[in-house]
T-cell receptor, first 115, second 110 residues
């Protein structure tokens, strides 16, 4: 099946630890995105990548890092510098070939809790 | 800075009711407006609207864009318990970046 997978589904982190959230897609999409969702709020963009080996900061990139070594994969690291990391993290991807259509497809999300 | 605002924040209705969800946007170099439905996990795509006044319809759901008023509405007729979800709208700009609203949480009671 084509789609986007995220792992783990739930993640618990102690303060001061870095953790990495996985996002993989087999849709052959060029662009990938990471969003953060807090209760009662919409999605806020952390980082995005439109092409392999290139990525850009979103609105709330501080305390996060990403890499895009392969087209299918866009892992997000939540570093100890992120002061309030407890949230629901969503990964999305989009085919640039679709031109003006910006229909992003979302993965199932990772819920991160800092203990 | 681009901004999208949704109202109401939450809504409780009974099965069979009709609901209207609102979305207003301030997006520089606006290209389109998207609606998503989010149940427990991943938002799923509903509609993309680019032209003012043209209704898009899928079953009991329909949506329309008003570029003059910088707004969009999502209508759901004959609501069912399965319509319970968070409905998100997002404005798409010329850089193909989405700015999401805070969502409307809809609960449909039997």
């Amino acid at each position: 099946d084509g789609g986007i997978t995220q792992s783990p589904k739930y993640l618990f982190r102690k303060e001061g630890q870095n953790v990495t959230l996985s996002c993989e897609q087999n849709l052959n999409h060029d662009a990938m995105y990471w969003y953060r969702q807090d209760p009662g709020q919409g999605l806020r963009l952390i980082y995005y990548s439109q092409i392999v080996n290139d990525f850009q900061k979103g609105d709330i990139a501080e305390g996060y890092s990403v890499s895009r070594e392969k087209k299918e994969s866009f892992p997000l690291t939540v570093t100890s510098a992120q002061k309030n990391p407890t949230a629901f993290y969503l990964c999305a991807s989009r085919s640039i070939d679709r031109g003006n259509r910006n229909e992003q497809f979302f993965g199932p999300g990772t819920r991160l809790t800092v203990l | 800075e681009d901004k999208v605002v949704q109202s109401p924040l939450s809504l409780v209705v009974h099965e069979g009711d009709t609901v209207t969800l609102n979305c207003s946007y301030e997006v520089t170099n606006f290209r389109s407006l998207l609606w998503y439905k989010q149940e427990k996990k991943a938002p799923t795509f509903l509609f993309m609207l680019t032209s003012s006044g043209i209704e898009k319809k899928s079953g009991r759901l329909s949506s329309i864009l008003d570029k003059k008023e910088l707004s969009s509405i999502l209508n759901i007729t004959a609501t069912q318990t399965g319509d319970s979800a968070i409905y998100l709208c997002a404005g798409n700009n010329a850089g193909n970046m989405l700015t999401f609203g805070g969502g409307t949480r809809l609960m449909v009671k039997p």
